[in-house]
């Protein structure tokens, strides 16, 4: 079945840093693949999406390309804020409105 | 309106109570889901609606109870809980095109506890 494999946290870095998140998936076919937020206490948030290969996706300073050939989607910040602490999920939509997440990595930024 | 609302926040219920959990969105979203959440794990699916008729039921146990009285709505009963059913649950939409997720939008939850 469909899968998502996201680097085991938790992750530490100071602010101003440089951010990879990596995430690797299997499944057959063209999946939609996503990287969503959690803040403490909150629900998830939508953070970026590619629905094909070779789209970057991006926002607040995030970016992810959906590469096919190694099938990942590794998120990645040029420059870390402790506002962006938080947990971060990769996950896929292939089969009729099912959304596959990978474990989540904890992110902590440190002032 | 770019929001799935989910009421109550907060629930604590003793095991013989029954409660239902909210979920509003107007968005036109044609889909809409429920998972449940436990601490530090990610999100896993109980229940999809698909133009308000239940398309997925990820045998989840007859104590919850899900209801889509329309399309903006989504309710979950529960009755006879247990103490591991103690979770966030949320709630969530999507636009539907053929059998494409796209669009999905997930509410801040409602978190759970049975005693």
């Known amino acids: 079945g469909d899968s998502v494999t996201q680097m085991e946290g938790p992750v530490t870095l100071s602010e101003e840093a440089f951010l990879t998140i990596n995430c690797t998936y299997t499944?057959?076919?063209?999946?939609?693949l996503f990287w969503y937020v959690q803040y403490p206490g909150e629900g998830l948030q939508l953070l970026l999406k590619?629905?094909?290969?070779?789209d970057k996706g991006s926002n607040k300073g995030f970016e992810a390309t959906y590469r096919k050939e190694t099938t990942s989607f590794h998120l990645e910040k040029g420059s870390v804020q402790v506002s962006d602490s938080a947990v971060y999920f990769c996950?896929?939509?292939?089969?009729?409105?099912?959304?596959?997440f990978g474990q989540g990595t904890r992110l902590t930024i440190n002032p | 309106d770019t929001e799935v609302t989910q009421t109550p926040k907060h629930l604590v219920m003793g095991m013989t109570n029954k409660k239902s959990l909210k979920c509003e969105q107007h968005?036109?979203?044609?889909?809409m889901y429920w998972y449940k959440q436990k601490a530090k794990k990610p999100p896993e699916l109980m229940f999809v609606?698909?133009?308000?008729?239940?398309?997925i039921n990820e045998s989840v146990p007859s104590r919850f109870s899900p209801e889509c009285p329309n399309s903006s709505l989504l309710n979950l009963h529960l009755h006879a809980l247990q103490p591991e059913d103690s979770a966030l649950y949320l709630c969530?939409?999507?636009?539907?095109?053929?059998?494409?997720?796209?669009?999905?939008?997930f509410g801040s939850g409602t978190r759970l506890t049975v005693v």
């Open positions: 969530a939409s999507s636009q539907l095109q053929g059998d494409r997720v796209y669009g999905y939008t």
């Open positions: 499944a057959t076919g063209y999946p939609s």
């Open positions: 590619a629905t094909k290969a070779d």
């Open positions: 996950a896929l939509s292939r089969e009729a409105q099912k959304l596959v």
């Open positions: 968005m036109g979203h044609r889909a």
């Open positions: 609606y698909s133009y308000e008729k239940l398309s």
